[in-house]
C-alpha cells in the first residue's frame, strides 16, 4: 500500500503531490469501505445519527481486513439545527468525535462524505422536485457552506480526517451553480483549515442533448477528484426497489458483453474524464446488488479491485451495514456479519501490496 519517498511536507496530513497522495514521506494509497448510519442519513426527519450503529467493533473489524481508509457519509442536518436560530449541534460533533476515536485506535483514516445536503433530501445525481428546494434557495446552500466551515473550524488539526469529500453525486443541470457552491464551499473551509485535501466529485452538464460530468475547477492546491463506478448498472442495480432507468437486467456476471476486460475499459473511462494526469483520482464508490443467491457479485468486486489497482487508483467499496439481505448493495446482514466470501475478496485485495 505504501512506497517509500524521504520528504513529508505536513507530518501527520495527507497530502497532494502531483498525481498521488502522501503521508509521512510515503506514498498512500487509499483502500477500504463507506459507513454510514442507514437509520438516520436517508431520512428528511431525523438529524441525530443513531450512537449505536457504528460502533467500536466495525472499526476493529476494518483494521484486521486490511484497510486503512473509511468514507464515513454524513448530511449537514447532523451538524446544524434545522430550526431557528440554526445553532451548530452539540449531539452531531459528539457522535463524529466519538467515531473519529474509533478510527484513531485502530489506525485508520476518515473521509467525511457530505451525502446529504442542508433540508434533508438525497441527490445521487438524480433530478427531482424535492432536492431542487436546496439547489433554489441560496439561504439553503449559504448553511451548507456554513456547516462546512464549522468543521473546518473544529477538525483542522485532526490528523485521522485526511480528506472532505465536499459533496455527494450533485443532483442539478445547473452546473454553473454547483461550481460556485464548491468554490464557496472552499474558501469557507479554507478559512480555518489548510491542512485536509478537498475531494470534489463531477456535475452534470447537457452536451448534443446526453448527459455529460464535468468536474467544478477549484483554485487550491489540495484537491482529488472521486469517481464512482456501478457498470453494468444492469447487474449491479438489477431489480432495486428504487428503479434504474434503461438499464435492462443482467442477471450473472461474467456475461456474454461483460468479463473483466470490459470493467477494466469502463472504468478507464471513467477515471481518465478524471483527468489523471492533473489530480489524485480515487474510486470512492463501487458495489452491486445482492441476491438471494450469488450470481458473480463477488467475482464483480474482484475485477473492479483489480481495474482499480491496475491504474494506480485506491478505492472504497459502497457500503458495509445495513437492515436487509435481499436487493441490497451493503456487506452485512442481519446480525452484523459480511458476506464471507466477499469480505475475504475485499481483505485479500487490500492487504496486497
Do not use: C
Not at 78 to 96: C, E, I, M, N, T
Not at 155 to 163: H, P, Q, R, S, V
Not at 301 to 330: E, F
Request: charged share 20%; proline share 6%; no cysteine.
Amino acid at each position: 500500500m505504501f512506497a517509500s519517498q524521504t520528504n513529508a511536507a505536513n507530518p501527520g496530513f495527507v497530502s497532494v503531490s502531483g498525481t498521488e497522495l502522501w503521508l509521512d514521506g510515503s506514498r498512500l494509497m487509499p483502500v477500504g469501505i463507506n459507513h454510514l448510519d442507514n437509520i438516520s442519513l436517508w431520512s428528511s426527519t431525523s438529524t441525530i445519527p443513531n450512537s449505536k450503529w457504528i460502533t467500536k467493533k466495525d472499526f476493529a473489524d476494518f483494521k484486521a481486513a486490511g484497510f486503512n481508509s473509511v468514507r464515513l457519509a454524513v448530511k449537514s442536518d447532523y451538524f446544524q439545527d434545522v430550526k431557528p436560530p440554526h445553532r451548530f449541534s452539540a449531539k452531531g460533533f459528539v457522535w463524529l468525535d466519538t467515531i473519529i476515536g474509533y478510527a484513531k485506535a485502530n489506525n485508520i483514516k476518515l473521509v467525511l462524505d457530505m451525502h446529504i445536503p442542508t433540508g434533508g433530501m438525497a441527490q445521487d445525481y438524480n433530478v427531482y422536485p424535492e432536492n431542487q428546494v436546496f439547489w433554489n434557495d441560496a439561504w439553503l446552500k449559504g448553511r451548507y457552506v456554513d456547516v462546512w466551515r464549522e468543521i473546518a473550524r473544529r477538525y483542522a488539526n485532526e490528523k485521522t480526517i485526511w480528506g472532505y469529500d465536499i459533496m455527494n453525486e450533485p443532483a442539478t443541470w445547473d452546473f454553473e451553480t454547483y461550481q460556485k457552491l464548491m468554490q464557496a464551499t472552499t474558501r469557507s473551509i479554507r478559512l480555518y483549515d489548510k491542512n485536509h485535501i478537498l475531494i470534489v466529485q463531477p456535475g452534470m452538464v447537457m452536451k448534443d442533448n446526453l448527459p455529460y460530468f464535468v468536474y467544478p475547477e477549484i483554485q487550491d492546491p489540495q484537491v482529488a477528484r472521486s469517481i464512482h463506478f456501478y457498470q453494468p448498472l444492469g447487474f449491479t442495480h438489477q431489480n432495486v426497489s428504487w428503479g434504474v432507468n434503461g438499464a435492462a437486467v443482467i442477471a450473472t456476471y461474467p456475461s456474454a458483453a461483460w468479463k473483466a476486460d470490459a470493467v477494466y475499459n469502463a472504468l478507464k473511462k471513467v477515471w481518465e474524464s478524471a483527468e489523471p494526469d492533473k489530480f489524485p483520482v480515487i474510486l470512492f464508490e463501487f458495489g452491486t446488488v445482492f441476491q438471494n443467491k450469488n450470481t458473480g457479485q463477488p467475482l464483480w468486486i474482484q475485477d473492479v479491485i483489480r481495474a482499480s489497482k491496475k491504474l494506480g487508483m485506491g478505492w472504497h467499496y459502497w457500503n458495509y451495514k445495513g437492515p436487509t439481505y435481499d436487493s441490497s448493495l451493503v456487506l452485512t446482514v442481519p446480525g452484523g456479519k459480511p458476506r464471507p466470501i466477499t469480505w475475504k475478496i475485499l481483505s485479500e485485495e487490500a492487504k496486497k501490496k
